[in-house]
C-alpha cells in the first residue's frame, strides 16, 4: 500500500483532548478503508505564518499513513468537513520517518539547552545594563563636560 504523511491544523479554541479525539475519528476512517495509522504525532498549538479563517495560532498534527488512496481521500473529505480542522495537507513519501519528527527534534532540543541565568547582557563584557560600562555615563542627566556650547537656562534664553 502507499504510504502518507499528513499534516493537520486544527482551531485554537479546541482544546488537546479534542484534538486527539478528531485524530482518532479520522484513524478509524483509514481503518475503515483497510488502512493504518503508525504515528501520531502532536506538536502543540504553534503560532501560524498568516491568519487562516481568523486564526492566528493552531493546534498541528502529524500522521504517518500506510492506506489505500481511496482510504485517504476519504480522510481528506472529511477533514474538509469538519469545522475544527482549518488546513490539512497530505503528501505521498517513499517511506516512512521512523522516530521523532523534524520538529519534534528541534522542540526537545530547545528543551536541553541549558537557560541563560540573570538578566539583561550579564557575562557580557562592558556592562550588565543600560549603557554601563561606556564613556560618557549613564543618562544624559549624568554627563559633566559638555565642550564648548553655552549651559540652557529656564525659560528659553
Not at 18 to 24: A, D, G, I, N, P
Not at 37 to 51: D, Q, T
Not at 83 to 97: A, I, K, N
Request: proline share 4%; with cysteine; glycine share 14%.
Amino acid at each position: 500500500m502507499p504510504l502518507y504523511e499528513c499534516v493537520l491544523l486544527a482551531r485554537q479554541e479546541v482544546s488537546a483532548p479534542q484534538v486527539e479525539t478528531l485524530v482518532e475519528e479520522f484513524s478509524g476512517v483509514i481503518a475503515q478503508g483497510g488502512g493504518t495509522v503508525s504515528k501520531k504525532e502532536f506538536w502543540g498549538l504553534r503560532n501560524i505564518a498568516y491568519r487562516v479563517k481568523k486564526n492566528r495560532k493552531a493546534h498541528y498534527v502529524l500522521l504517518n499513513i500506510d492506506a489505500p488512496s481511496a482510504a485517504v481521500k476519504e480522510m481528506e473529505r472529511q477533514m474538509g468537513i469538519s469545522e475544527d480542522v482549518l488546513r490539512c495537507l497530505t503528501v505521498r513519501v517513499e517511506e516512512l520517518e521512523e522516530g521523532p519528527s523534524a520538529m519534534m527534534q528541534s522542540k526537545n532540543a530547545r528543551e536541553d539547552r541549558p537557560r541563560r541565568e540573570g538578566g539583561f547582557r550579564e557575562g557580557r563584557e562592558g556592562g550588565g545594563g543600560f549603557r554601563e560600562g561606556r564613556e560618557g555615563g549613564g543618562f544624559r542627566g549624568d554627563r559633566e563636560d559638555r565642550g564648548d556650547r553655552p549651559r540652557r537656562t529656564e525659560g528659553g534664553e
